[in-house]
Every structure is written in C-alpha cells, then in structure tokens.
C-alpha cells in the first residue's frame, strides 16, 4: 500500500481568518485529532497576536506538522521560524505565486527575480528547519518551462516537499495529470510533491484522484472553502476505492464527517471574548425533579433533562442509587444530579493537578498560574480573568488549547465550621453532552479547579476512546 499524506488548510478559510483565538485553537485541536497530516497556517502579520496564536498552536497539534507560511522576505523567515519552532513537527512554508501577473502585482517582482529569491528564502528556510515546503501557487495558469525552473531551484535549495495549486480552480482531471507527471521528473526522486485542487468546476476530487494516480503523494484539504478538496470527499475515496488504488492514509476516515460538523460549529460562532462563565447556571437547584417510585422510563428523561447521556452500566447504578436513597420521596434536581455524579463510571485521569496560585484583590487584576500534570509532562498557564477562579479556568483552557461552555457552576459547603469543606460542581458542555465535575478542597478555588478537571478529564477519556 502506499502511504498518502492528506494535510488541511482549514485555517485559510475565509470563516477561520474571520474567528477568534480560541475558536481557531479549538478547530486545529480537532484536526491533528483527525490525523492529518499536516495542519497549515497563513503567513503571520505583525500582529503580535498572530505570534500568540502559533506558539499556543504548538502545544496544541502534538501529532501533526504543524507548518506555517514564511512570507517573501528574509525576516519573514525568521518570524515563521520563531513561531513555529516549539511545535513537534514544525514546517516552514515558502510560497510563491509563478505567473508573471500575480508575481509583479502581489509580490512586486519580476520572473528572474522571483526564481532567485525563491533559492535564497528556502534556503534561509532550511537553515531553520529540516522540514521546508514550496507551494507553486497559480501554478496551473504559469508557463510550464518557468513553473519547472523554479521547482528545481527549490528543490535545490532544500525544500523537501513541493505544492502545484490550481488557485482559479479551472484545471481538468487529464491537465491536472500531465502537471504532476512533468513536476515529478523536475523535482525528482525523495522529494514528496502534494497538489491542492480549486473546486470552482466541482472537480477537486476528481483532479485530486487524476494526480495521486500520476505520482502525487499528497492532497491539500479544507473544511468550510472552496480552494481546497473536502476532506470529507477525499475520506470517501480512501474509504471506498483505497483497497483497489492501493492508497492509506493517517485520516481516520471514521471521524470526518463528525469533525466537520464540529469545525462548522465552532468556526461560525459569533466573534467576542468568551470566557467560562458565558453559559448560564441554575439559580437554586431545589425545585422537584423525579416523583417518587419513578419509572426507568421517567427516571432515564429525568437524567437526560439534566443533561447526561449514560451508558446502561452507568444508567444502572444511577438507578440503584436512586432506590437505595430516596426512601418513597421524590428528588430535586439536585438530589438526583449529586446521586448522577457519585454513581456514575469515573474515569482515569488525563490532567492531573501540579499546582495553582492565584492572585487577587480590589486594587489588582485577578490572575492565576496553574500547572497540570499530563502523561509526566507539566504544561502551565497563566491567564487574567473577571475573578479568581474565572481565571484559573483560563489558565487550564490556554494548557489544552480549547473552550468548553460552562453549563452549570455551584459552590457549596459540606461542614459548617471554619475549616468547613468546599463542595464545587462544574458542569462543561461539549458536542452537546453535558460532562460534570465534583470538587472538594477546603480552599473553594482548589475545589472549583478540581472540579474543572473531573469534567475535563471525562471529555479527554470520551475522546481518546471513540
């Protein structure tokens, strides 16, 4: 079988240059989660907090390259590198578009400028780092002696891998072919030479195939734009037709379509800070809930109306508990939510708590420094926030990379003495399920943590087990 790389451009999209920090976050998580190859950045502006977003981008893809654009400058490269260079699999992207009319309006260069300039930066490129990519963008629409030039001085200079973009989407499946055959003899042998294929003609996928067959080894997706094929078309491929073409990848072709959806979702969220207490949270808890010698019928609405999806292992200890405890009266919501939480299956942590410190005050910012333990390694945070533990929360959201809503958050104290013990509770949504969190310290900020942590330990479990 022969392996083929399929790595996403979904950051390109129109709809991730429009989202926020977190947002953009959230959708490279579930890429290198997908297995991608390779998830793909934009080239950096000066805004500093492009920088911010790739350096929190490196602790986030940990299975993927994570590449990013180099611009057409030597400090550019520099400023890529420096990005980039904490990620586990960095890449450093030089691209260039090679008609002569995009080359003079966009780059400001003349065609034998350009083919020296593209020596020079992917070479300063390689001095960086190992993994250099060059993307031939409008390569479909260049002049083919040209085209072959520059892929020569690239491949010279010491890129590893070269990119032919149909960037007007107007390529045929047959053209598409030749490209390839003649781009492959140019950049020769050990050099993996990838296509992305515009979709104005509805022929991405097709062009796509066209190309593996005539020796690509790699095809540029994207969810949510069109100048890419659809990852979730090229999953059908492999899925269908992979066996008999001889093709596998890394995609898990099982999750495409689920991630999409998930992408789309989180993408198209409207713009603005969001923080952990944007969802809402139930004022009391007391109102009743589940009448007295409940059903299985009533007893199973009665937890999904709180929120929970159970297994029927779970759903059968939830039930025990219940007729073990309620004693011929009915439940509150809260009565049956503790019962929920202290039957239902635990699982084996992902995070686990190193330390915090917080700092907080009527004439300071609140902050907190949190670090969690995962796998033996200590990642940490530091995040501002509204209050103390709005803050801590920030902090372990800018460890994992990702927002989750918090759907409920209560305090409560066990004992009613000094030293009494803080009871918290919080209740994270994710894909629409509710995964809740108990935490008991005798510092409510050291319980309100904790709590957090249950939650999220639940999802990373969820996650690394469907």
Same mark, same amino acid.
């Given at each position: 079988?022969?392996?083929?790389?399929?790595?996403?451009?979904?950051?390109?999209?129109?709809?991730?240059?429009?989202?926020?920090?977190?947002?953009?976050?959230?959708?490279?998580?579930?890429?290198?989660?997908?297995?991608?190859?390779?998830?793909?950045?934009?080239?950096?502006?000066?805004?500093?907090?492009?920088?911010?977003?790739?350096?929190?981008?490196?602790?986030?893809?940990?299975?993927?390259?994570?590449?990013?654009?180099?611009?057409?400058?030597?400090?550019?490269?520099?400023?890529?590198?420096?990005?980039? %260079?904490?990620?586990?699999?960095?890449?450093?992207?030089?691209?260039?578009?090679?008609?002569?009319?995009?080359?003079?309006?966009?780059?400001?260069?003349?065609?034998?400028?350009?083919?020296?300039?593209?020596?020079?930066?992917?070479?300063?490129?390689?001095?960086?780092?190992?993994?250099?990519?060059?993307?031939?963008?409008?390569?479909?629409?260049?002049?083919?002696?040209?085209?072959?030039?520059?892929?020569?001085?690239?491949?010279?200079?010491?890129?590893?891998?070269?990119?032919?973009?149909?960037?007007?989407?107007?390529?045929?499946?047959?053209?598409?072919?030749?490209?390839? %055959?003649?781009? %492959?003899?140019?950049?020769?042998?050990?050099?993996?030479?990838?296509?992305?294929?515009?979709?104005?003609?509805?022929?991405?996928?097709?062009?796509?195939?066209?190309?593996? =067959?005539?020796?690509?080894?790699?095809?540029?997706? #994207?969810?949510?734009?069109?100048?890419?094929?659809?990852?979730? #078309?090229?999953?059908?491929? =492999?899925?269908?037709?992979?066996?008999?073409?001889?093709?596998?990848?890394?995609?898990?072709?099982?999750?495409?379509?689920?991630?999409?959806?998930?992408?789309?979702?989180?993408?198209?969220?409207?713009?603005?800070? %969001?923080?952990?207490?944007?969802?809402?949270?139930?004022?009391?808890?007391?109102?009743?809930?589940?009448?007295?010698?409940?059903?299985?019928?009533?007893?199973?609405?009665?937890?999904?109306?709180?929120?929970?999806?159970?297994?029927?292992?779970?759903? =059968?200890?939830?039930?025990?508990?219940?007729?073990?405890?309620?004693?011929?009266?009915?439940?509150?919501?809260?009565?049956?939510? #503790?019962?929920?939480?202290?039957?239902?299956?635990?699982?084996?942590?992902?995070?686990?708590?190193?330390?915090?410190?917080?700092?907080?005050?009527?004439?300071?910012?609140?902050?907190?420094?949190?670090?969690?333990?995962?796998?033996?390694?200590?990642?940490?945070?530091?995040?501002?926030?509204?209050?103390?533990?709005?803050?801590?929360? =920030?902090?372990?959201?800018?460890?994992?990379?990702?927002?989750?809503?918090?759907?409920?958050?209560?305090?409560?104290?066990?004992?009613?003495?000094?030293?009494?013990?803080?009871?918290?509770?919080?209740?994270?949504?994710?894909?629409?399920?509710?995964?809740?969190?108990?935490?008991?310290?005798?510092?409510?900020?050291?319980?309100?943590?904790?709590?957090?942590?249950?939650?999220?330990?639940?999802?990373?479990?969820?996650?690394?087990?469907?």
């Amino acid at each position: 079988m022969r392996q083929i790389f399929v790595s996403d451009q979904t950051l390109f999209s129109p709809a991730a240059r429009e989202a926020g920090f977190r947002q953009k976050l959230e959708a490279a998580r579930k890429l290198d989660h997908l297995g991608v190859s390779a998830v793909e950045t934009p080239k950096l502006t000066q805004d500093d907090a492009d920088m911010l977003l790739m350096r929190s981008l490196c602790s986030t893809v940990k299975r993927s390259v994570l590449s990013c654009e180099t611009g057409w400058t030597p400090e550019g490269v520099e400023r890529a590198w420096s990005a980039v %260079k904490g990620a586990a699999h960095p890449r450093l992207t030089v691209s260039l578009p090679l008609t002569s009319a995009q080359l003079e309006y966009v780059c400001h260069m003349k065609p034998p400028k350009a083919l020296e300039a593209v020596s020079k930066l992917v070479a300063a490129a390689k001095e960086k780092c190992a993994d250099v990519e060059f993307v031939c963008e409008d390569a479909t629409r260049a002049e083919r002696p040209y085209a072959m030039d520059i892929i020569r001085a690239a491949v010279a200079a010491g890129a590893g891998r070269v990119t032919l973009c149909d960037s007007a989407g107007v390529f045929l499946p047959d053209e598409m072919a030749a490209l390839v %055959k003649e781009a %492959k003899e140019a950049a020769g042998d050990g050099v993996v030479l990838a296509v992305r294929c515009g979709n104005d003609l509805q022929l991405s996928l097709s062009c796509s195939v066209s190309a593996l =067959l005539a020796g690509a080894d790699e095809v540029k997706t #994207a969810f949510l734009w069109n100048g890419a094929a659809q990852p979730g #078309a090229v999953a059908q491929l =492999l899925r269908s037709r992979g066996a008999d073409l001889q093709m596998e990848s890394t995609l898990d072709v099982t999750r495409v379509n689920r991630t999409a959806d998930e992408i789309s979702q989180i993408l198209s969220q409207p713009e603005g800070r %969001k923080t952990p207490f944007d969802g809402h949270a139930w004022a009391d808890g007391a109102e009743a809930l589940l009448p007295a010698q409940a059903s299985d019928e009533v007893l199973s609405a009665a937890v999904k109306a709180l929120g929970y999806e159970l297994g029927e292992e779970d759903m =059968l200890h939830v039930k025990e508990a219940v007729q073990r405890e309620s004693k011929g009266k009915g439940l509150t919501r809260a009565e049956l939510e #503790a019962l929920i939480l202290s039957s239902s299956r635990q699982v084996p942590p992902t995070y686990r708590l190193k330390s915090y410190l917080v700092n907080s005050g009527n004439t300071i910012s609140p902050s907190a420094h949190v670090a969690l333990d995962k796998d033996g390694d200590i990642l940490s945070g530091l995040c501002a926030g509204d209050g103390p533990i709005d803050a801590a929360f =920030l902090a372990i959201e800018q460890i994992i990379g990702g927002h989750y809503e918090l759907d409920d958050f209560q305090i409560s104290t066990i004992t009613q003495n000094r030293a009494s013990m803080g009871d918290a509770l919080v209740r994270l949504r994710h894909n629409g399920k509710i995964y809740a969190g108990k935490g008991i310290s005798t510092d409510i900020i050291g319980a309100a943590i904790r709590a957090y942590l249950n939650a999220l330990n639940k999802i990373a479990y969820e996650e690394k087990t469907v």
